[in-house]
């Protein structure tokens, strides 16, 4: 019990020291900065912060938000992500655990998944040095879940495949390269099943929130949603649900 405890608390505040980093990396990566060095720093008055001012949740919560230089906000966004990157890693190791390979393999995949939601969320890109990789432990997870050979390639091929249709019929004005690639992770990620209840459940979110922004006047018919932004969040869920999402629905459709 104690035992167990520990574990949930240090999954979380890991989860929230890596969904910090996290931040940086989505934030850095579209502008082709090094996120490996160079401090961290207030984007209003540029001070570096100090150890006591990058401690996840926390340092937010103490300082109101603020820079303690120059006082202007800092964004929400930043403890937020690290307050999901926390809950999301605890649930990997509540749900993944069996095998300390596949709860390895599921935090990277997390990982990245939350950087291709953060970029496409903020600047409506999917980019390959985000997804290629995200490809190759899609591919490790799914061999380390025992998921067959062929379930994985039918997975990748239909998920591409599914966008690189629309890519074509639209050419290229629905969908980027981008989307296509995000497929092939998907695909390999969950095998084909999965991944058709991935899609499912991104487009029913997606449409639902779309929805709501045009019926509250938030977005206008020719803003565009960003849909690697729910193609990433339904990948994580079918990641750590997958299983019991997964015999729910084959239930509904068999009885
Ligand atoms: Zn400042």
């Not at 090094?34 to 209003?44: E, I, L, Q, V």
């Not at 809950?87 to 995949?109: E, P, Y």
């Not at 084959?250 to 009885?255: A, H, S």
Request: with cysteine; hydrophobic share 55%.
């Amino acid at each position: 019990m104690v035992f167990n405890n520990f574990f949930n608390i240090a999954f979380f505040v890991f989860g929230a020291c890596v969904g910090s980093f996290l931040n940086v990396v989505a934030l850095r990566l579209p502008q082709k900065k090094s996120f490996t060095s160079g401090r961290s720093h207030c984007p209003h008055c540029h001070k570096t912060l100090n150890w006591y001012e990058l401690i996840p949740v926390l340092s937010f919560i103490i300082q109101g938000g603020k820079c303690r230089t120059c006082k202007k906000q800092f964004s929400w966004q930043y403890p937020a992500v690290e307050i999901a990157t926390g809950i999301i890693f605890f649930l990997c190791w509540r749900n993944l655990s069996d095998s300390a390979v596949v709860l390895t393999l599921s935090l990277v995949l997390a990982a990245l998944l939350i950087i291709i939601f953060l970029i496409d969320l903020r600047k409506f890109l999917i980019l390959d040095a985000v997804t290629l990789p995200a490809g190759a432990v899609a591919l490790l997870f799914s061999i380390a879940m025992g998921r067959s050979w062929l379930e994985i390639l039918t997975g990748g091929l239909v998920g591409a495949g599914f966008f690189l249709i629309q890519f074509v019929l639209s050419r290229g004005k629905w969908i980027g390269g981008g989307d296509i690639r995000l497929g092939a992770v998907m695909g390999l990620a969950l095998g084909w099943q999965g991944l058709l209840i991935a899609l499912f459940i991104a487009y029913i979110c997606g449409s639902i929130i779309g929805i709501f922004l045009l019926a509250t006047k938030k977005m206008t018919r020719k803003d565009q949603l960003p849909f690697g932004t729910f193609l990433s969040a339904a990948t994580a869920v079918m990641m750590i649900y997958g299983a019991s999402i997964t015999q729910w629905f084959t239930q509904q459709l068999f009885l």
